[in-house]
T-cell receptor, first 114, second 114 residues
Framework: KAGVTQTPRYLIKTRGQQVTLSCSPISGHRSVSWYQQTPGQGLQFLFEYFSETQRNKGNFPGRFSGRQFSNSRSEMNVSTLELGDSALYLC?????????????FGSGTRLTVV | GENVEQHPSTLSVQEGDSAVIKCTYSDSASNYFPWYKQELGKRPQLIIDIRSNVGEKKDQRIAVTLNKTAKHFSLHITETQPEDSAVYFCAASLLNQAGTALIFGKGTTLSVSS
């Protein structure tokens, strides 16, 4: 069974640019969540999608957005990049219907903003 | 919204000793509490979880306890080994009408020296 796949693995962007990250969940998983990981701040919740709908959103500015497609694949977009957006972006998939199940994380996309 | 505090941020133990990591959460409606282990350069992986209708759960050398009244839960690792060295994250479920998400603590870096 394939795991959670994130692409690309590494990305270098310039301040002011925008970036799109992709996440393909485990087959059958309909929930995809996105997290930003930085040293000392742990895993900060960005948003969660289920059946193409954003169900929850963390405390990030509107420059961070996402979407989910009918095949459950998800993308997140960051516009007008800032140096502070440099981080490891992790997505996690889950069966999560009405309850909570364990998340399976992808390997992440390492974004560097210069 | 949910807030999860995790302590200590770093923990150093000798091989064979026990290690305890503690977390507190703010939302009394939270009902799912997983723990993740993240080795250097790798993705977080679920190691154990507990639901609010259970006070304790064990899996070989690891155990988790939950005190719903005090809103705190702890990870216990006995007979630590060098391969237990990693960053450990606790999490609590965020529940609202839209659905569920996991909110993570900032992590504990465990170092086990032989």
């Amino acid at each position: 069974k394939a795991g959670v796949t994130q692409t690309p693995r590494y990305l270098i962007k310039t301040r002011g640019q925008q970036v799109t990250l992709s996440c393909s969940p485990i087959s059958g998983h309909r929930s995809v969540s996105w997290y930003q990981q930085t040293p000392g701040q742990g895993l900060q919740f960005l948003f969660e999608y289920f059946s193409e709908t954003q169900r929850n959103k963390g405390n990030f500015p509107g420059r961070f957005s996402g979407r989910q497609f009918s095949n459950s694949r998800s993308e997140m977009n960051v516009s007008t990049l800032e140096l502070g957006d440099s981080a490891l972006y992790l997505c996690a998939s889950s069966l999560a219907g009405t309850g909570i199940y364990g998340y399976t994380f992808g390997s992440g996309t390492r974004l560097t903003v210069v | 919204g949910e807030n999860v505090e995790q302590h200590p941020s770093t923990l150093s133990v000798q091989e064979g000793d026990s290690a305890v990591i503690k977390c507190t959460y703010s939302d009394s409606a939270s009902n799912y509490f997983p723990w993740y282990k993240q080795e250097l350069g790798k993705r977080p992986q679920l190691i154990i979880d507990i639901r609010s209708n259970v006070g304790e759960k064990k899996d070989q050398r690891i155990a988790v306890t939950l005190n719903k009244t005090a809103k705190h839960f702890s990870l216990h690792i006995t007979e630590t080994q060098p391969e237990d060295s990693a960053v450990y994250f606790c999490a609590a479920s965020l529940l609202n009408q839209a659905g569920t998400a996991l909110i993570f603590g900032k992590g504990t870096t465990l170092s086990v020296s032989s």
